[in-house]
């Protein structure tokens, strides 16, 4: 359960706030002034400091209560800007498109492509086929998931396939996450970024019905991921 203690306004306000924007992709300013037609008169930096501080912790709740993913995976990374400089986030979506998971990096290497697939797997359970593009640092990363495999004594590897064509899938599923961050001008520290993609992420995941088949509406499901 995520902990509003000593918020100034009741959790519904400030989760419907964090949610209009990580899904709509507006300008905190804007934001401002939807509130306050909304009769919520509240400033552009306390609804930035609700999106830090909640998205993260919504965020994991949502990736615990998903519907199971397939063992199929599609696994890239896109270019996030930060403080002016490009930094990159690991995605992964199964073959029916359903979000795996994401990892926001400063690098894009063996050793962050490993700590993603970890994290994944974490998450998720060892999936039978990755696929991806022919980035060696991505395919080192999954070489060592494989290496640990058989130091654990595991007989089964997990299949690597280096297709592009194939990994259409989740390079059409960053458009949507690029579409929401445009309006947002980069940000300027690594843990904010982390912080929205976080909330943008699991917005994805409820409008991808992936925490209800049911018609709820989208707000009241991010709502009910805080407890």
């Not at 976080?198 to 209800?212: F, V």
């Amino acid at each position: 359960m995520v902990s509003f203690k000593g918020a100034q306004f009741p959790k519904d306000v400030i989760l419907y706030a964090v949610f209009f924007y990580v899904r709509y992709g507006v300008s905190y300013r804007d934001l401002e002034e939807i509130m306050e037609e909304r009769g919520v008169d509240v400033d552009h930096a306390t609804l930035n400091r609700w999106v830090i501080r909640y998205s993260p912790a919504i965020a994991v709740e949502a990736k615990s209560k998903k519907r199971t993913t397939n063992g199929s995976w599609r696994m890239d990374e896109t270019y996030i800007k930060v403080k002016g400089e490009w930094v990159y986030l690991y995605r992964a979506v199964d073959s029916i498109g359903d979000t795996l998971d994401f990892m926001l990096s400063e690098k894009r290497d063996e050793e962050a492509a490993t700590q993603f697939f970890k994290q994944a797997i974490n998450n998720n359970g060892f999936p039978d086929k990755v696929v991806m593009d022919k980035s060696g640092a991505n395919y080192a990363g999954l070489v060592n998931i494989n290496l640990l495999l058989i130091i654990a004594g595991f007989t089964t590897m997990i299949d690597i396939c280096q297709v592009k064509y194939l990994n259409n899938i989740v390079e059409q599923d960053h458009r949507f996450i690029k579409k929401i961050t445009k309006p947002m001008m980069g940000f300027k520290a690594f843990y904010s970024a982390q912080a929205t993609l976080d909330g943008i992420e699991t917005a994805h995941m409820i409008r991808k019905k992936q925490l209800s088949e049911e018609n709820i509406p989208a707000y009241k499901q991010f709502i009910a991921l805080a407890g």
